[in-house]
């Protein structure tokens, strides 16, 4: 008997097809956590400790190649009693949010995959930054989720009409909500959007509210919840790992560690699409490539001049603009780098063949 139902797990049919015709005899299941190349998966049957297989590893290039929370993989056994289970494939991702790792190496960090909603949090008080929320609408557009961006702790907040137009002057085309998991506020509306079958993930600075929202949905205090600092309220990273839990009656969410600071990865059509009313005023500047600092007839200047756009809005658009540009360069240079390495593996590969024969 089935003690899951997959699809309440966020199955999309696609996925499902996919699974079919690649894995014959193995079981599908979704990855809930990740700690030390150590995966916990679920399947039909329970959550089972599982390990990637030999060839997994073999040909992994990057941080990209492994399974990451909400992977849906492709494991040898639903139970793990005679030891781990191996995960012999990871299923085709229909979205991925990720960033850059901290320090000079141009790493990927995976927050979370295959999730419908990115929920950006922060709070209406301390961690309140609009330039910040640009960089993570950016990354959410980039990563295929849909976007939502949910303001915490609107009971330590004075004016949170005025916060919210604010943010809704930025957050071109993104839901927004006021919630306080105080008074209850905003949270039904929350719930609106963790239906059966959807997966949502709450991403933001530590200290905002992120685990003390999920035990809202769940109804109890199963998720660590912890202080903030006296002073500038930031929050002691009490969520140490990523993990995915279902919601009953609900969807599924995915709680994440608080960041420190979101570092892109080419997220260039997400600063595209967050930035719509700066680019469709570029389309009316007089020439077609306008730098828009001194050019005559620069249609954003213009715009700037007249209070339509903030300035700082503007910089933070040519900022992150920048910041994409320069990543998009060294992925490029790194692919290349990986289909040589691949390149040699196989020609090792087949090397080691003829040498058998
Ligand atoms: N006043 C008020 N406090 C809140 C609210 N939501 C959370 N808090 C408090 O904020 C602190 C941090 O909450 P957490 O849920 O641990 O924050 P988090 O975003 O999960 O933080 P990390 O796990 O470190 O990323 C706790 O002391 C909560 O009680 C709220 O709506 N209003
Ligand atoms: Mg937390
Ligand atoms: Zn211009």
């Given at each position: 008997m089935s003690k899951f139902n997959l699809k309440e797990l966020g199955l999309k049919d696609s996925t499902a097809r996919e699974f079919e015709s690649l894995y014959k005899d193995k079981y599908l299941g979704r990855v809930v956590c990740e700690q030390k190349n150590c995966y916990r998966v679920v399947t039909e049957s329970g959550i089972i400790n599982a390990k990637v297989s030999g060839k997994i590893m073999y040909d992994a290039?990057?941080?990209?190649d492994y399974p990451a929370v909400g992977d849906w993989v492709a494991v040898?056994?639903?139970?793990?009693?005679?030891g781990d289970a191996i995960i012999h494939g990871i299923l085709k991702r229909y979205s991925k949010f990720s960033r850059k790792v901290a320090g000079v190496k141009n790493d990927e960090q995976i927050?979370?995959?295959?999730?419908?909603?990115?929920?950006?949090t922060m709070s209406?008080?301390?961690?309140?930054?609009l330039r910040r929320l640009e960089r993570y609408i950016s990354t959410a557009w980039e990563s295929g989720a849909k976007p939502v961006v949910v303001l915490t702790?609107?009971?330590?907040?004075?004016d949170v009409e005025e916060k919210l137009s604010e943010v809704l002057d930025i957050a071109i085309g993104v839901d927004v909500l006021a919630v306080s998991?105080?008074?209850?506020?905003g949270i039904d509306k929350l719930k609106?959007?963790?239906?059966?079958?959807k997966t949502a993930a709450f991403i933001g600075?530590?200290?905002?509210?992120k685990s003390t929202l999920i035990n809202k949905l769940l109804g109890d205090e199963r998720l660590k919840v912890g202080e903030v600092r006296q002073g500038?309220?930031?929050?002691?990273?009490?969520?140490?790992y990523r993990e995915l839990i279902l919601i009953p009656n609900g969807g599924v969410v995915i709680d994440t560690p608080g960041m420190?600071?979101?570092?892109?990865?080419?997220?260039s059509e997400g600063v595209e699409n967050s930035f719509k009313d700066i680019e469709e005023l570029a389309?009316?500047?007089?020439?077609?490539?306008?730098?828009?600092?001194?050019?005559?007839?620069?249609a954003v200047k213009k715009a700037i001049q007249d209070g339509i756009i903030s300035e700082d809005r503007y910089k933070n658009y040519i900022k992150l603009k920048k910041e994409a540009e320069f990543m998009a360069k060294k992925e490029k240079t790194k692919r290349m780098r990986d289909s040589k390495k691949v390149k040699v593996k196989k020609n090792n590969c087949k090397k080691g063949l003829e040498e058998l024969v």
């Open positions: 290039c990057s941080r990209e040898d056994r639903d139970e793990d009693l005679q927050i979370a995959v295959n999730i419908d909603i990115a929920f950006i209406l008080n301390s961690n309140f930054n702790k609107a009971d330590l907040c004075e998991s105080l008074t209850n506020e609106q959007y963790i239906t059966k079958g600075s530590s200290g905002v509210g500038d309220e930031k929050g002691k990273h009490t969520t140490t420190r600071e979101l570092h892109i990865m080419d997220i389309l009316n500047c007089k020439f077609k490539n306008c730098t828009h600092n001194a050019e005559p007839g620069c």
